[in-house]
């Protein structure tokens, strides 16, 4: 069995069997999951930003250290102090479970861990911010005015928050306490306390007029506090309601298919190609334009608006020879290296691959950049091929979940060799509990590359043979 599948199978026997939430797997009380940089610096294995300036050279810079970013420097971990992650935060999320944060399920501090802990100590983590890119001589410039020399790098910058572009909608977030939005550390808290003060009327969900990352996010949300608002008495005296810019539910026919009927039997009225311009916390008045009909101007009173913003690719990114006309990393969709500078790759939100934006299809990513790096560092060819494989799991409610996967061409490439079409226990254990320790403790390690090769047991090499991976 390859190695990929076997701490996969030592986790599923821990979470799954045990069925206990992150901390108490861990041993650790909740409040000891989040260190401050004095606790964290007590660690000897920890990543310290370096201190010098940085006008130095490096055989590879990663820019950015979120999911991709620290995926791969984990796997150049071996290449020392001749590889860079630039990386302003302080603080790592795992940003999936923040559906789960936001629907009251799991704590805040649980998505949360101190940068350094995360990256690996044996790498240069040079604490700043990329402001520009000039890859005809291979240079970096950082905010602090320094300049990073590097013979490859690799981008992994994320997807931008684009919340100022909705006319209102920040000052709704600050100042009202029913607008609400899982997408951001900034506000994640505040979801769970609006349902609980909901006390009828409309709740909205919106989802906006650009890609986004994890497009299943804004319908999960939706689905718990419907659930939740049964719960506690107050469903009968309110209407939810999703506001999609959007013409389908999802993309992919067969999960949209099950998505339907979970929408009839829970009375959820949708709105397809309504897209959020406007709120007016004072009025309590979000106005969205109707796509399908020349922009004209819909206004919807809320009680609980849950807010999806506009997002796109970094602006540092944007004004760089690095991207296509849409603003993204402009690399080649099955082998991740860029398709002008053969010496730059990607991978993950930022990028024009294709695919729907995960960390499940980070994961995936993170395994064929490494090969075709280290290849191309080697003189040879890229010869390793992503299919576009990303994963959704769609909560549908505290305890199922359609584990959705599939490839570039939206067909399922499903791993269990049951119908995840339909709402699972299972999916919904994997998910809040399987999930979180794969990600720290074996994609931040360097070591999950997807779950092709669980898939292929588990299907007994029934699937179609491709070159592609998933
Ligand atoms: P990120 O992890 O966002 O990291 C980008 C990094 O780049 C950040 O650390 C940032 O500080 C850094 N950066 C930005 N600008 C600069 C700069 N100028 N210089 C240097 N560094 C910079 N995925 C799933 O697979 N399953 C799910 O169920 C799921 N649910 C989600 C639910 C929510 C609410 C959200 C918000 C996301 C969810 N995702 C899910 C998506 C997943 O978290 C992202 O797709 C993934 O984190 C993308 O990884 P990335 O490395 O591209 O970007
Ligand atoms: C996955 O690989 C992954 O990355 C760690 C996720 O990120 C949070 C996921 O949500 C999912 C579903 C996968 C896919 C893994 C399996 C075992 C189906």
Redesign the pocket.
């Known amino acids: 069995m390859a190695s990929s599948s076997l701490p996969?199978t030592r986790l599923a026997m821990t979470c799954l069997a045990r069925h206990q939430p992150t901390a108490a797997i861990l041993g650790l009380k909740p409040s000891m999951s989040v260190h401050h940089r004095s606790q964290a610096s007590l660690y000897s294995s920890e990543a310290v930003p370096r201190s010098k300036p940085a006008n130095s050279k490096y055989k590879v810079v990663i820019v950015g250290g979120g999911s991709g970013g620290c995926a791969v420097a984990a796997k150049l971990s071996s290449l020392g102090k001749s590889c860079a992650v630039v990386e302003p935060s302080d603080l790592h999320y795992y940003q999936?479970i923040w559906t789960l944060v936001g629907g009251g399920l799991k704590g805040f501090q649980s998505s949360v861990r101190p940068m350094g802990q995360v990256l690996p100590s044996s790498i240069d983590w040079i604490q700043d911010k990329a402001v520009k890119f000039d890859p005809e001589n291979n240079n970096l410039e950082l905010s602090s005015g320094d300049k990073v020399k590097y013979d490859y790098l690799v981008v992994a910058m994320g997807i931008q928050l684009d919340y100022d572009k909705v006319n209102g909608l920040v000052d709704a977030l600050e100042n009202d306490p029913v607008v609400v939005s899982n997408y951001t550390p900034r506000w994640v808290n505040k979801t769970f306390p609006a349902m609980q003060g909901f006390r009828g009327g409309n709740a909205i969900f919106t989802y906006p007029n650009t890609p986004i990352k994890c497009a299943g996010a804004p319908q999960k949300i939706m689905y718990l506090t419907e659930e939740f608002l049964r719960t506690t008495g107050m469903r009968e005296n309110s209407n939810i309601i999703f506001n999609t810019a959007q013409g389908v539910i999802f993309g992919v026919k067969k999960y949209a298919d099950a998505l339907q009927k979970v929408i009839q039997s829970r009375n959820i009225q949708v709105n397809y190609k309504h897209n959020l311009v406007s709120v007016d916390h004072k009025e309590r008045t979000a106005v969205f334009a109707n796509l399908d009909k020349d922009n004209e101007l819909v206004p919807f009173k809320y009680n609980f608006l849950h807010v999806t913003p506009p997002m796109s690719s970094p602006d540092v990114l944007k004004k760089s020879p690095l991207v296509n006309e849409g603003g993204w990393v402009d690399l080649h969709k099955h082998t991740l290296q860029h398709v002008k500078f053969s010496n730059v790759f990607g991978l993950g939100d930022c990028t024009s691959l294709p695919n729907s934006k995960?960390?499940?299809a980070v994961?995936v990513q993170c395994g064929i950049l490494h090969k075709n790096l280290t290849d191309t560092m080697e003189g040879k060819k890229p010869t390793s091929l992503y299919n576009g494989y990303a994963?959704c799991?769609l909560i549908t409610s505290r305890e199922k979940c359609i584990?959705a996967?599939f490839d570039y061409n939206l067909q399922p490439q499903e791993?269990l060799p049951i119908n995840q079409g339909v709402e699972r226990k299972l999916a919904y254990g994997?998910?809040a509990y399987l999930?979180p320790e794969?990600?720290w403790q074996v994609?931040m390690k360097g070591k999950?590359n997807?779950?092709a090769t669980?898939r292929k047991v588990l299907h007994l090499g029934m699937s179609k043979s491709s070159k592609l991976q998933a």
């Open positions: 996969i999936p995960t960390a499940a994961a994963s799991p584990l996967e791993t994997m998910k999930m794969l990600y994609m999950w997807g779950p669980i």
